[in-house]
């Protein structure tokens, strides 16, 4: 008759074959969670399932709601306030008022800008405009008009709002407008000629923030024109200063140029125009 030693180690392997069965098989019960609550007392209760993680939802660019719309830009990469109020004939200052912009120098792509006066146009300051008066004599007893002499070099051109745009440097023209090579024209001279405002109007930026521009000055004369003048060495006016047609407001030099020009540009409405077809002839 067999010992029961020989029959442990067979005994023993079936034990530990149950108890891994039933561990195996068993539920795990999370422990309870114990909250105490302002009197003191602890209550238990069975804990949540997990929440689900918080999925983000992309907030709308400011201003969104009016892309595409007339009078609105939605700003591209590479933009800058500088450029997007050139191109739209305005001034920087302005588009940072009328969109609220705490740091004119933080734009997002993507965000939508007014560009346009909100509630309809206003005349840019300093400038005048005058009504042309309607006149009370019958048409058989109009006064003749005088003769006029004959016109001078700065007699203002067809299309320029009568503001008599007169050049602004007097050396030699060595580029013309190009509306895709060259917005402008451009103009030779020596270091530290003198540079004239084209018309009246007011600086509406002195800077040299525009890339490919140098230092550069923005003249806004109504809300059709403005003027810009880049690659000088020198910039004797400030933003937001009036000016004068023929005051002196920088020096000819070739910051951001290959050699000493005056680059100077015209722009109806924003768009770059001829400043040829606006200026006298010579």
């Known amino acids: 008759m067999r010992s029961l030693f020989h029959f442990r180690p067979l005994v023993l392997t079936a034990l530990s074959v149950a108890l891994l069965s039933a561990c195996s098989t068993s539920v795990r019960i999370p422990a309870p969670v114990e909250d105490r ?37 939605t700003v591209q990469r590479g933009d800058t306030l500088t450029r997007i109020a050139l191109d739209n004939g ?38 005048v405009v005058r009504p042309i008066a309607q006149s ?16 001078s070099v700065n007699q203002p051109t067809a299309n320029d709002d009568g503001l008599g745009f007169i050049w602004p440097a007097n050396g030699v023209l060595i580029a013309g407008f190009d509306e895709a090579k060259n917005k402008g024209l451009d103009i030779a001279g020596k270091a530290g000629d003198p540079i004239l405002a084209a018309a009246d109007g007011q600086v509406v930026y002195a800077g040299a923030g525009l890339r490919g521009y140098g230092n550069l000055i923005i003249l806004k004369h109504n ?37 000493v020009k005056l680059h100077f540009e015209v722009r109806r409405q924003g768009k770059p125009v001829d400043p040829a077809k606006l200026l006298p002839a010579r």
């Open 136 to 151: 009370t004599t019958p048409s058989s007893q109009v006064t003749p008009p005088k003769s006029e002499p004959a016109p």
């Open 90 to 127: 305005q001034g920087w200052r302005d588009l940072a008022r009328w969109n609220q912009l705490s740091n004119p120098d933080v734009i997002e792509v993507g965000q939508v800008l007014r560009v346009s006066p909100p509630g309809g146009a206003v005349e840019a300051p300093g400038v």
């Open 37 to 73: 609550n302002p009197s003191g007392r602890t209550t238990t209760s069975a804990p949540s399932p997990s929440a689900a993680p918080a999925v983000e939802v992309a907030q709308p660019m400011p201003g969104s709601e009016n892309a595409g719309k007339p009078g609105f830009y």
């Open 223 to 259: 809300n059709t024109f403005l003027t810009a003048y880049a690659h000088n060495q020198a910039l004797l006016v400030k933003e937001d200063q009036k000016v004068r047609k023929g005051q002196k407001i920088a020096e000819m030099g070739k910051s951001d140029a290959d050699r």
